[in-house]
């Protein structure tokens, strides 16, 4: 699968405001997404082994297979990703009720013909006020996973947004990172990205920042003196940004399932285009630093 995307930097402080407008041309409620992203590297050079590892490799399916296939020659790193909507769901922010009159409060732009879904509600993320909640997660065995591989992107100047393979596979059950070291991967580190989601047409519009659950203690080590994932993690109110300056980013995308058509390349490329002219003046929507996607392994 192709993702063709676009990046723009927002203030915490315009964040109520964006989800109004993004809200409005979408024509729907923001959704809440919460996923949890573990970090592999591979513990050495691709392997040519052509044995199975472990019973569960007997059958793997054509995702896996293409995905192996894709990991060999550079190193990559790799990423479990898990959605904790639901055990998050009774620590949401009290919602900011909003109607159709509230774009007239758009600041940046007139918004015009932008009309914001009757009874809107957006939360908006959380600045720490409530950090004393608690919020714990369970061992990652009580997770559903899906392993996720994102390519270096093409060179900029090729196309007008970035470009990149990226692939996802579903881990049904078992444990998920057996399974992973199995290709001989190791975890080296985990972080909590928390956003909101619109779709218009076939854009994706993704509101998001990312979370850092390591910052205020120390996983701990295996036998092997390798790291290993928290059993439980802090509440999303204590947890600090990644980020330094606590920027949210909004990424707008397109995934194109066969990117050999040149007819569904420029159909999407052409609406990142036209959702960059239409959120023009509210954020600047740009072609993403290549170095910051590369998930190359130095």
Same mark, same amino acid.
């Given at each position: 699968m192709h993702e063709l995307l676009l990046l723009a930097p927002v203030p915490l402080a315009g964040q109520e405001q964006l989800l109004k407008i993004l809200a409005g041309i979408a024509g729907m409620q923001p959704k809440r997404v919460i996923e949890r992203h573990l970090v592999f590297k591979p /513990?050495?050079?691709?392997? $040519? =082994?052509? #044995?199975?590892?472990?019973?569960?490799?007997?059958? !793997?399916?054509q995702q896996a297979q293409t995905l192996q296939a894709q990991m060999q020659g550079d190193l990559f790193y790799m990423q479990l990703v898990g959605d904790?909507?639901?055990?998050?769901? !009774? $620590? !949401?922010? +009290?919602?900011?009720?909003?109607?159709?009159?509230?774009? &007239?409060?758009?600041?940046?732009?007139?918004?015009g013909s932008i009309n914001?879904?009757? #009874?809107?509600?957006? $939360?908006?993320?959380?600045? %720490?006020? &409530?950090?004393?909640?608690? !919020?714990? +997660?369970?061992?990652?065995?009580d997770q559903r996973w899906s392993l996720r591989f994102n390519d270096l992107p093409e060179v900029a100047g090729r196309r007008p947004v970035t470009s990149r393979m990226i692939s996802s596979v579903d881990i049904a059950d078992g444990d998920a990172i057996e399974y992973v070291k199995a290709f001989g991967y190791i975890y080296v580190s985990e972080y909590i990205l928390e956003g909101y989601q619109v779709i218009?047409?076939?854009?994706?519009?993704?509101?998001?920042?990312?979370?850092?659950?390591?910052?205020?203690?120390?996983?701990?080590?295996?036998?092997? #003196?390798?790291? *290993?994932?928290? %059993?439980k993690i802090p509440s999303l109110e204590s947890m600090l940004s990644v980020d330094p300056a606590a920027k949210l980013t909004l990424q707008a995308s397109v995934r194109v399932q066969d990117s050999s058509k040149p007819e569904s390349m420029t159909l999407?490329?052409?609406?990142?285009?036209?959702?960059?002219?239409? +959120?023009?003046?509210?954020?600047? +929507? *740009?072609?993403?630093? =290549?170095?910051?996607?590369?998930? =190359?392994? /130095?």
């Open positions: /513990r050495r050079g691709p392997s $040519n =082994r052509s #044995g199975q590892v472990g019973g569960s490799q007997d059958v !793997q399916s904790l909507i639901e055990r998050f769901a !009774q $620590n !949401q922010q +009290l919602p900011l009720e909003a109607t159709a009159e509230a774009s &007239a409060d758009v600041s940046h732009r007139d918004i914001l879904p009757k #009874g809107l509600q957006v $939360n908006t993320f959380s600045t %720490g006020a &409530a950090a004393g909640r608690t !919020q714990t +997660l369970e061992d990652h065995l218009h047409n076939n854009v994706i519009l993704l509101l998001y920042r990312l979370l850092d659950p390591l910052g205020s203690f120390k996983p701990p080590s295996t036998s092997e #003196g390798q790291t *290993e994932p928290v %059993g999407g490329i052409n609406e990142l285009k036209a959702m960059k002219e239409t +959120l023009k003046g509210i954020v600047d +929507l *740009e072609v993403g630093d =290549r170095l910051a996607l590369d998930t =190359r392994v /130095r």
